[in-house]
């Protein structure tokens, strides 16, 4: 059995560790590779080997470090296929879907690739006479990324980009569901020119979470995965004197007002609902129809639920299967809950027929209306292809809705009404909002992150945000002495 090892100060390493975790292959429901789980003191060694490599990445020139990420950018775009399959391989997205997550992480690559201009201070001259002051960004050390399993490429590279092009070195720990990705894309920026020991992935769960929480030497952690964990991780980043930026999980709405054209609706349900089996965290997985429309517009979207086709995503699918067999039977144990709890469940996606072998982690799309709030169908993030809606009487009982979820990730509205969607957009208490937009995932030089308890701390990821988490700020005041500045005065100094 293949091992996915460690890949620290640009080696494959071993650790100490004998424990490993099973890595699927999920379409075909067997397990494909086994990997490593970091001890403590496996931790302790990436950890040096970041450390040591710190002080000569962060004095190489901006315009040096800049070139290695332009290369990195080329090799990453030239070489997308191979990292496709390795994704669709480990999570079952299918491959149009994973190119898709690759070219949106490139996009913030690019925008690491402007760290010159990025990283340029505030000067304010004769602050006080002869006085002068500036600022500088400086970058902070050791940062430690740990990654959820549904964007083994996309998350990762929200994050370890723009801390390297801020003169950090990098402990990347990947989800252990699916780490090849990491590895691989570490191993592609030593071939761009990245020196050893900058960016450094290992592999592990609990184990190797808690270490880097609790290492001296670990300046920051980005971290994202579901809620309860984030919350742990802000916590105790920062009881430990970190710098924590914890995206958390989600329950996104997507409010149809009656004057909206329910084909393009239903399109963007579709999509929004069962892209990536529903395993996004900026997934549609509420609809919030104002009356009276909601009939016509279940109709519709079930019509092109029974075109979709699901399978291998190496076959040409539209949708793949879930992460392992136990989140399968998780997400479709929902839909009992939601017939327990009163529901309709319009398309019941058990038993789907698929494109694939028949062990496969298989959940076919699912479509339940009218969901009772209270029901845990409704509260819960449930992070698979089930789409629930809610029928409302009006667009103020919609927002009303919206804004009572303890989740704040994303949202959307979709109407032809300007006035409508500006006052949404005001109303929403909500971190990314779409105007006839499904998915409002911000571009990359805009900063990526929920409200609520989608994120724990003040810091997005990337874009603005990310360059002030992964740097901090100096402040210098200057004069150059003549003899007219001597004397002796105890006094506060004053500006004149
Ligand atoms: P997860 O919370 O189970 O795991 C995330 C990371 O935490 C992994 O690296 C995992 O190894 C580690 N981890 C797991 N259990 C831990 C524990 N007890 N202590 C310390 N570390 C632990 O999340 P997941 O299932 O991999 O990913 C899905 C979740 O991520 C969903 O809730 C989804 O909404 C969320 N997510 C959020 C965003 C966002 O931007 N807000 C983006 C992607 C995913």
Not at 12 to 21: H, Q, V, Y
Not at 101 to 112: N, P
Not at 173 to 186: F, G, I, L, N, R
Not at 403 to 420: E, L
């Amino acid at each position: 059995m293949e091992i996915v090892n460690h890949w620290l100060n640009g080696v494959s390493f071993d650790g100490e560790s004998t424990r490993t975790a099973p890595v699927y292959d999920p379409a075909r429901g067997v397990v494909a590779r086994e990997v490593r789980l970091a001890t403590t003191s496996d931790v302790d060694a990436a950890v040096r080997a970041a450390r040591a490599a710190f002080p000569e990445w962060a004095e190489t020139s901006l315009s040096k470090r800049q070139s290695v990420l332009f290369t990195f950018r080329e090799l990453l775009n030239a070489r997308k296929d191979e990292l496709a399959a390795i994704l669709t391989s480990e999570h079952g997205k299918v491959l149009s879907d994973a190119l898709g997550e690759i070219a949106r992480g490139l996009e913030v690559v690019e925008f690491a690739t402007g760290i010159p201009h990025l990283m340029k201070g505030e000067y304010s001259e004769n602050v006080s006479t002869g006085v002068d002051v500036y600022s500088t960004r400086e970058p902070l050390g050791v940062v430690g990324i740990i990654s959820p399993f549904n964007f083994p490429a996309m998350v990762p590279l929200w994050f370890f980009p723009l801390a390297i092009a801020a003169g950090n070195t990098v402990v990347l720990k990947p989800s252990e569901k699916d780490p090849s990705a990491s590895v691989w894309m570490a191993k592609l920026f030593q071939e761009a020119g990245l020196p050893d020991g900058v960016l450094n992935v290992l592999h592990g769960d609990k184990v190797a979470v808690d270490g880097l929480l609790h290492h001296p030497d670990v300046a920051s952690i980005s971290f994202v995965g579901s809620t309860p964990i984030a919350k742990y991780i802000y916590e105790t980043g920062a009881a430990n004197g970190k710098r924590v930026q914890a995206l958390g999980g989600a329950k996104n709405h997507m409010l149809v007002l009656p004057d909206a054209d329910l084909d393009l609706v239903a399109d963007s349900a579709v999509n929004a609902g069962f892209g990536s089996a529903g395993e996004r965290c900026m997934a549609i997985s509420v609809l919030v129809v104002v009356e009276p429309v909601a009939d016509e517009l279940v109709e519709k979207i079930a019509k092109r639920m029974s075109g979709l086709t699901v399978g291998d995503g190496r076959r040409g699918c539209d949708m793949g299967p879930l992460i392992t067999r136990e989140h399968r039977d998780r997400v479709s144990g929902y839909i009992d809950i939601a017939i327990e709890d009163g529901a309709t469940v319009v398309v019941d996606g058990r038993g789907v027929e698929v494109n694939g072998e028949s062990d496969g982690f298989w959940l076919g799309p699912t479509l339940i209306d009218s969901v009772p709030t209270e029901s845990r169908v409704y509260t819960d993030e449930i992070f698979g292809p089930v789409l629930s809606i809610v029928r409302v009487p009006s667009y103020d009982a919609g927002v009303a809705l919206i804004n009572r979820s303890r989740y704040g990730n994303g949202t959307a509205i979709f109407t032809n009404d300007g006035g409508a969607a500006r006052r949404f957009q005001r109303e929403v208490q909500i971190g990314m909002v779409g105007i006839n937009v499904p998915i409002p995932v911000p571009v990359a030089y805009y900063s990526f992150g929920g409200w609520k308890d989608s994120l724990f701390g003040d810091s997005k990821a990337y874009g603005p945000d990310g360059v002030h988490f992964f740097t901090r700020q100096k402040a210098v005041t200057r004069r150059w002495l003549d003899p007219s500045h001597g004397g002796i005065n105890l006094g506060f100094p004053e500006n004149r």
